[in-house]
């Protein structure tokens, strides 16, 4: 065998051995690519007084999105949470959604959990056509607030007329308004004023406060001086406790009448103490059946306690999102999700049966309770009509 055959040999050998190599290289490249991921982004109040409002939903959605992770994630991708803090301020909620949508491949935001900063942030999302979907927003506003905007929660404006017929039924036809001064405080206490006036009821003094106030004694004192009959309160997670026990102190001799979930939280009743004894309050119905008691096991499994409000919704929320995505084949697309959406019916979710109507609104049974001996007891359960 003469040298040029010799080298061709070794020129072979060298070209097959890299052959070899790069093929190697590939097929573990390929085995060891990480799937596509699918970020879904959150604005949640995570610190601050009304972080007992976003912890909740961010470990419900977190929890379905380890569950759909564990399946094999949607159509292959696996999925991702993206939280940031908004602290229930519509300033700090859009610098959240500005930040999280700075990533162009985020078509869906889970939130706002507070009323004002929802609102603050449904412009945004609908002109740059980004799904916004809330897990516990309720001002009426939110209805017409843009095409991209749902909420997996009543509206103030069935949670109003029900309070309202509720209180009128009962024979008091003079109340007293004492709100929180923001969109959601306002959204309430303008439903509830609306159908109460309707029946017959008059509002005799309208007294608000703003978020942050650790003291409303001036307000309780004009309302004790009226001669309302009793006080329909409209009011956040840090400020329940102190109108129930400035009210207690000032001898206020009007029974409170809550239009919000706060006075459910433990943390509350645990603040306000005896004060909390006698209040009633309205909020969402407690979700029963399948759906919610295997919700129910898994958070108390991954977190060690039972759901606290609105991490069921939150939950739903983020299994609906995957739901819309794989009747895309895997594609994020928020035209294709809120058509999805549109068309949701009789979902059976952890909190609750889904239908969206034309505004991407929910219809829940609302309930009535009251704390006796410092529990909530529950009075009653109403479903409410459309219209």
Not at 71 to 94: F, H, M, N, S, W
Not at 135 to 153: E, H, L, Q, W
Not at 335 to 352: P, T, W
């Amino acid at each position: 065998m003469n040298r040029n055959a010799l080298n061709w040999n070794k020129v072979f050998v060298i070209v097959l051995i890299l052959v070899v190599v790069i093929v190697g290289i590939l097929v573990y490249q390929k085995k060891t690519k990480q799937p596509e991921m699918i970020k879904i982004g959150a604005i949640l109040p995570l610190t601050g007084p009304n972080a007992q409002w976003g912890i909740p939903p961010k470990k419900g959605a977190q929890l379905a999105v380890d569950e759909i992770n564990g399946k094999g994630g949607i159509e292959g991708k696996l999925a991702r949470l993206i939280p940031e803090d908004t602290q229930c301020d519509p300033q700090k909620g859009v610098s959240a959604f500005r930040k999280i949508t700075a990533d162009k491949s985020i078509k869906v935001v889970l939130g706002g959990v507070c009323s004002s900063v929802t609102l603050a942030v449904a412009p945004l999302a609908e002109r740059g056509k980004i799904l916004l979907i809330s897990p516990a927003s309720t001002n009426p506003k939110i209805s017409n607030a843009g095409d991209y905007i749902f909420r997996v929660i009543p509206s103030d404006a069935l949670r109003g007329k029900v309070f309202a017929e509720f209180l009128f039924k009962k024979g008091i036809q003079k109340v007293a308004i004492l709100y929180v001064n923001n969109d959601g405080g306002r959204g309430n206490r303008d439903a509830f004023e609306k159908k109460f006036t309707e029946l017959g009821g008059k509002v005799v003094i309208e007294e608000s406060y703003e978020q942050d106030a650790t003291d409303v004694r001036t307000q309780l004192t004009k309302i004790k001086n009226s001669d309302a009959e009793a006080v329909v309160v409209v009011s956040y997670l840090g400020d329940t406790p102190i109108v129930m026990k400035q009210a207690k102190e000032l001898g206020l001799g009007k029974p409170l009448y809550f239009q919000t979930e706060a006075v459910e939280d433990p943390n509350v009743l645990k603040a306000a103490g005896s004060a909390a004894e006698g209040v009633v309050y309205i909020l969402p119905a407690p979700p029963q059946g399948e759906a919610y008691e295997k919700f129910k096991e898994k958070y108390k499994e991954k977190y060690g306690k039972d759901p606290e409000l609105f991490a069921a919704e939150a939950y739903d929320a983020i299994n609906l999102i995957a739901d819309a995505i794989r009747a895309n084949g895997g594609v994020i697309d928020a035209d294709r999700i809120k058509e999805y959406l549109y068309n949701v019916k009789n979902y059976q979710g952890a909190s609750g049966i889904i239908t969206f109507d034309q505004n991407g609104d929910v219809l829940k049974p609302m309930a009535i309770k009251k704390i006796v001996n410092g529990k909530p007891k529950l009075i009653s359960i109403i479903m409410p009509e459309e219209g």
